[in-house]
């Protein structure tokens, strides 16, 4: 599981379902490490979003989505992904300091 921001995003459809009874609350999504970042999926396996993790220099979240069956990363991030994550309001040092705490938990 993966930790962002306060919300929790399953690896697979098996720790999704544990999450429905968990007391720590239920999955906002899926999650798929990359070796650039992290690519998040809502819970209609959409992608969503893509954190982007390659440094401590080069660290930012860009809305994405799937084109042909082929990921696709915008140059920024949506409104309606901000609120999807939990990071509206956040300026660029917020987002960084989000994805510097984000956390996998085995």
């Known amino acids: ?13 098996k720790e ?4 429905l009874f968990n007391t720590s609350g239920t999955c906002n999504g899926f999650y798929k490490r990359i070796r650039s970042g992290v690519q998040l999926f809502n819970i209609q396996h959409e992608l969503t979003a893509f954190i982007v993790n390659r440094s401590d220099k080069d660290r ?9 069956g082929k990921p696709r990363y915008m140059f920024g991030l949506s409104t309606a992904a901000e609120k999807w994550l939990g990071i509206d309001g956040n300026s660029f040092a917020g987002d960084r300091n989000a994805i510097s705490n984000m956390r996998f938990i085995p």
């Open 1 to 13: 599981m993966l930790i962002f921001n306060g919300k929790i995003y399953a690896k697979n459809n």
């Open 16 to 19: 999704f379902t544990e999450s």
């Open 60 to 68: 930012f979240i860009v809305s994405a989505g799937t084109d042909n």
